[in-house]
């Protein structure tokens, strides 16, 4: 390993650093919000199979790729096949980082409002928040600020140690709040919305959708877990800390959804709201519980946690990149791709009622997402740049690198691997190809 790189201090801290990564806003305001507009329980269930069919065996592939190489996403399909155009799905990586950073950051500005919000017993209000341009363009720069500080660090100092404390206190509290919201009027109806498949419900883009967020919350796609990989030690075991991850993230968002939607039903409102939803209903649900506001405001700061070690993994990726491979300084860095990242994503921040132009952006048709630019971006980057990239990926570990040394790598350190290696080598090369190029297909047919 060259000098410069860092590298992870202990097997856990890696662990909290990829579970950092994962969960995230991805969890706790996408999960809810797609689920709603594709129909609640039939989506649920494709999602979770695509996690364990496809996000999985797909995440040891860039685990692999990451730790064989030491180099991020560009870096390491270099070493391999050098001067490729394979190089292209590095690059996409790192622009879908940016891309992703962008809107994701105007949203982890809103849960740092609400934190405030909740001290104050400032519930409602939401629509006329958000059209503020000025707040919501300070909320989104101090949170991109907030990243490029700790990313600025480096890895195992600013990365490691944010995560290790609060997300198992995120988890705590989550699971007291699934108890509470049981409680609730409306959790029948909201359990048969949520649990029940109503397979009538889907269409093609619910399978896109669900595609897609298996790769958002895992953090797949874009080659997060090349970079967070190429920190990790030849002992370490790829496949137990592959699963811990994908465990903790999946129930993570199957918690926020048994909250939200008992809470929705209990009020009346609407589940195809769209992103707005989460930041309507938990607040007025805080409002009603008794000492909820304080309570409210321990969970947005810890959303808040979450979602900053996932924004500091998305800034990573574009960094590590101009690091490894320009020999630039990590600060000089740091600010040039926040910089880039806060320009792309003003039209974001002024989406949700400030500027009338963005909030019904429409290029996306309306059959897939809402107007907004918003949620356009969260479509473009977070679904379709995500299976593209994933399909990429996955055909150059299965094909170009050669699936065999992909598999001797994930096995290093992990000697129980070898009784579901020949699986493991099928589904990279053959079924998450095959699977991600059928849903692509079927949307570019609904287009
Ligand atoms: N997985 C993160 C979340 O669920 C978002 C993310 C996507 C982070 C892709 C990194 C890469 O919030």
Known sequence: MSAPRGQWNSKIGFIMAAAGSAIGLGNIWRFPYVTGENGGGAFVLFYVIFVVLIGLPYMYAELALGRATQQNPVGAIEKIRPKSFWRMAGFLGVITGVGILSFYAVIAGWTVAYIYKMFVGQVGGFGAFVADPWSE???????????????????????????????????????????????????????????????????????????????????????????????????????????????????????????????????????????????????????????????????????????????????????????????????????????????????????????????????????????????????IFGDIALAVGAISLSIFVGWVWGIDKAADEVEKGAPLFAKTRGLWKFIIRFVIPLVILLVLLNTVHIF
């Open 137 to 379: 363009i300070s909320l989104f720069a101090l949170f991109v600020a907030l990243t490029s500080l700790i990313v600025q660090k480096g890895v195992s100092e600013g990365i490691e140690r944010w995560s290790k404390i609060l997300m198992p206190l995120f988890f705590i509290l989550l699971l007291a709040l699934v108890i509470y919201a049981m409680t609730l009027d409306g959790a029948g109806k909201g359990l048969e919305f949520y649990l029940k498949p109503d397979f009538s419900k889907i269409t093609g883009r619910t399978l896109l959708a669900a595609l897609g967020q298996a790769f958002f919350s895992l953090s797949l796609g874009m080659g997060t877990m090349i970079t967070y990989g190429s920190y990790l030690s030849k002992n370490d075991n790829l496949v137990t800390s592959g699963v811990s991850v994908a465990l903790f993230d999946t129930l993570i968002a199957l918690f926020a959804g048994l909250i939200i939607f008992p809470a929705l039903f209990t009020m009346g409102k609407d589940p195809s709201a769209g992103p707005t939803l989460v930041f309507v209903v938990l607040p007025e649900l805080f409002a009603q519980m008794p000492g909820g506001l304080v309570v409210g405001a321990l969970f947005f700061v810890l959303l808040t946690v979450a979602a900053l070690t996932s924004t500091i993994s998305l800034l990573e990726v574009p960094v590590s990149y101009l690091i490894d491979d320009h020999k630039m300084d990590r600060k000089t860095i740091v600010w040039i791709v926040a910089g880039i990242t806060f320009l792309l994503g003003l039209p974001s921040a002024l989406s949700q009622g400030a500027s009338e132009f963005f909030s019904n952006f429409g290029l996306i048709p309306a059959s897939f997402t809402s107007a907004d630019f918003l949620s356009q971006m969260s479509f």
